[in-house]
Nanobody, 120 residues
């Protein structure tokens, strides 16, 4: 079992920045691929970014490339999502996920989500 707790969401103006954190506990964190997903009102949940358990590979949805950066600190059992140049269309509940297949993106463990609201 892996427990995930997200933090760092909030209200920010367009062009601003936020850093989301996801603290993990339970099964060996360092052996898990980690990812961020988001779900906007009325839309399906979508993949945002992922980082391999080895830390040497990352993946992003096209709409956030060059603006968002995913990273991990295995000593702190934490994964981060640095979000810069935020846009109103980034508004969503952001979820941390763990224990998934890199290519299938079918993650086993999920956090409760943190709200990100970007005002225009």
């Amino acid at each position: 079992q892996v427990q995930l707790v997200e933090s760092g969401g909030g209200l920010v103006q367009a062009g601003g920045s936020l850093r989301l954190s996801c603290a993990a506990s339970g099964r060996a964190f360092s052996r898990n691929n980690m990812a961020w997903f988001r779900q906007a009102p009325g839309k399906e949940r979508e993949f945002v970014a992922a980082i391999r358990w080895t830390g040497d590979n990352t993946d992003y949805v096209d709409s956030v490339k060059g603006r968002f950066t995913i990273s991990r600190d295995d000593a702190k059992n934490t994964v981060y999502l640095q979000m810069n140049s935020l846009r109103p269309e980034d508004t969503a509940v952001y979820y941390c996920a763990a224990g998934g297949s890199w290519y299938a993106r079918n993650y086993e463990y999920w956090g409760q989500g943190t709200q990100v609201t970007v005002s225009s």
